[in-house]
């Protein structure tokens, strides 16, 4: 077991989220399940947890009613191999109630917020020439979706 994993409050959609989030990223399943007792709070018998990993890392997904929305100030950060990553992400992620968002940030159909990152934008902005990460960075602050070519062609300048 990973001695620190991520903790997500749902309202009621514990499962559906980790078998939606489960179908989206390879080498991913659903771990476990517990469910709620005569003690309560939640329903006798309805999911209470949902224990699932994506890509090799481990998460929790509990039914705790609407008192904890999510927000911005939590996201999951994806490294995308490449563009067609970031499309195919973007689009599983953001469909059936998904918003786009800027800067390469999404809220998916449970309102989980998500930065799918190509690799190049972090190597990128990483450069030892500051003049060309800043052309990039300020590429970026114009974007929804990360656009790897206009990323590519700021830093030439």
């Not at 009613?65 to 927000?71: K, L, M, S």
């Not at 003049?131 to 979706?145: E, F, Y």
């Not at 990360?146 to 300048?157: N, P, R, S, T």
Request: overall charge negative.
């Amino acid at each position: 077991m990973q001695k620190i994993s991520t903790f997500l409050w749902f309202d009621d959609q514990a499962e559906a989220a980790a078998r939606f989030y489960t179908s989206v990223f390879a080498d991913s399943r659903i771990v476990g399940t517990t469910h709620y007792t005569e003690a309560g709070p939640g329903a006798a018998g309805t999911v209470m947890t949902v224990t699932f990993e994506l890509a090799g890392q481990s998460y929790t997904a509990l039914n705790g009613g609407p008192i904890f929305p999510f927000t911005e100030a939590i996201s999951l950060q994806v490294d995308c191999a490449d563009q067609q990553e970031v499309d195919e992400l973007w689009t599983k992620l953001t469909a059936d109630g998904g918003e786009d968002g800027q800067c390469g940030w999404i809220k998916d159909r449970y309102g989980l917020s998500w930065q799918l990152v190509p690799r190049v934008l972090t190597e990128l902005i990483a450069d030892p020439d500051r003049a060309k990460a800043s052309r990039v960075i300020a590429a970026m602050l114009q974007m929804q979706k990360i656009d790897v070519g206009k990323l590519l062609d700021a830093a030439e300048g």
